[in-house]
């Protein structure tokens, strides 16, 4: 009988444990959704950098058919056309090749772009040739595509490189940044810099802050920012942090800013609202922040994994924001439906350009 009820209650907890996954897939489907159909409003051409990678080849497949992009699957022609019929896929995919010697006029570009940055003429054929990230960054800046997808393969570093050199930022930002979407249950959580910015000052920080609130309202959510730190307004006071205090006077003094934000605050005073409401009842926020801003990259980027391992979190992202083009870098390992959701977001984003 303890057996029974053993595996009963195992059963139990299993039909829980699906619910709640359904629950959670349920909000970041949700989410999703609104950004899926944003894109397919509007389809825009998305350069693939890796377009010779089978998964790459499959997203470009998914996107077309669903209508959320127009995929470029940069790469060679034949190995591109081959693995599709391989894997089995029916479609006539947009190819551009960097080696078939239409492209004089990418090089000459990157020449111009990058020649008092110690890039010679033929090192600039070389590049276009050679590294699909400096072709499609290229491809984007010249405005043969509207967006950049990358990171399957390469170290993330090395995919992010190229596209900060040619595309670079936008006219209102000098920094890009990282930033994950988690989704929970019943909430949201935007997190960032996640994957870019190592040691940020205020001003960085504040910068992070609102281009990844105006992300957020693409979702169709409304931000609520908390600086993050291990202290909570000045319980400790160091350089450490000064400069999430600072960034969230920066952001609190600045005229542009009308979503709420404070700091510098610890994580559970940022998400708890009896913390909010009690103890700190004087902060900016009244609810629950849903958009957390991480000190330094070691806190971002082990803050969302953690979130995503432990909290149970569906993460979708790394999206850059501050670009002057929409460009995401994906980590090795994102699946097929990664590379889709990214695209629908370059997409909603080259939308409003
Ligand atoms: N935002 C915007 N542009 C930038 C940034 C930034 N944060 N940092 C550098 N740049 C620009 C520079 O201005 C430069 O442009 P220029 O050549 O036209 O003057 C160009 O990018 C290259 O800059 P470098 O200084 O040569 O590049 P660096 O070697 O510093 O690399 C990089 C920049 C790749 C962003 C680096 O800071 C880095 O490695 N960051 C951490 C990435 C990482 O490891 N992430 C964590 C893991 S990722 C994960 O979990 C997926």
Not at 222 to 250: C, H, I, M, Q, W
Request: aromatic share 6%.
């Amino acid at each position: 009988a303890a057996m029974t009820s053993g595996a009963a209650r195992e059963r139990l907890d299993m039909n829980e444990y699906r619910e709640r996954l359904e629950a959670r897939l349920g909000k970041s489907r949700e989410m999703m959704r609104v950004v899926l159909n944003k894109a397919k409003s509007d389809p825009k051409r998305v350069a693939l950098a890796e377009g010779s990678n089978e998964k790459m080849i499959r997203a470009a497949y998914q996107m077309q058919e669903e209508g959320i992009a127009e995929p470029i699957l940069v790469g060679k022609t034949t190995t591109i056309l081959r693995k599709a019929e391989e894997l089995g896929l029916d479609f006539d995919p947009t190819i551009a090749n960097p080696r078939d010697g239409e492209w004089d006029h990418y090089a000459e570009r990157l020449y111009e772009l990058r020649q008092r940055k110690g890039v010679t003429q033929s090192e600039a054929e070389e590049l276009v040739r050679r590294d699909s990230n400096y072709f499609a960054s290229v491809m984007v800046e010249v405005g043969d595509a509207d967006a950049m997808l990358t990171g399957l393969t390469h170290h993330y570093p090395s995919a992010l490189r190229p596209p900060l050199q040619i595309i670079g930022t936008a006219e209102d930002a000098n920094y890009a940044a990282g930033v994950y979407m988690m989704t929970f249950k019943n909430r949201v959580v935007f997190c960032a810099d996640t994957t870019v910015n190592l040691d940020p000052d205020e001003e960085i920080l504040a910068e992070i802050t609102k281009h990844t609130a105006e992300l957020a309202r693409q979702f169709n959510v409304e931000p609520r920012a908390a600086l993050l730190s291990y202290s909570n307004f000045g319980s400790v006071t160091n350089e450490g942090t000064r400069k999430p205090r600072d960034a969230a006077a920066l952001l609190q003094d600045d005229p542009d800013v009308d979503f709420p934000v404070d700091g510098e605050m610890q994580a559970d005073t940022a998400l708890v609202e009896d913390i909010l409401e009690g103890t700190y009842d004087f902060a900016e926020l009244d609810e629950p922040a849903n958009l957390l801003v991480f000190p330094n990259l070691e806190a971002g980027n082990i803050g969302y994994k953690l979130l995503q391992r432990l909290g149970g979190a569906e993460a979708i992202g790394p999206m850059l924001v501050g670009m002057d083009k929409p460009v995401h870098v994906l980590q090795r390992g994102d699946e097929v439906k990664d590379i889709v959701n990214l695209a629908a977001t370059a997409v909603v984003d080259a939308q409003e350009e």
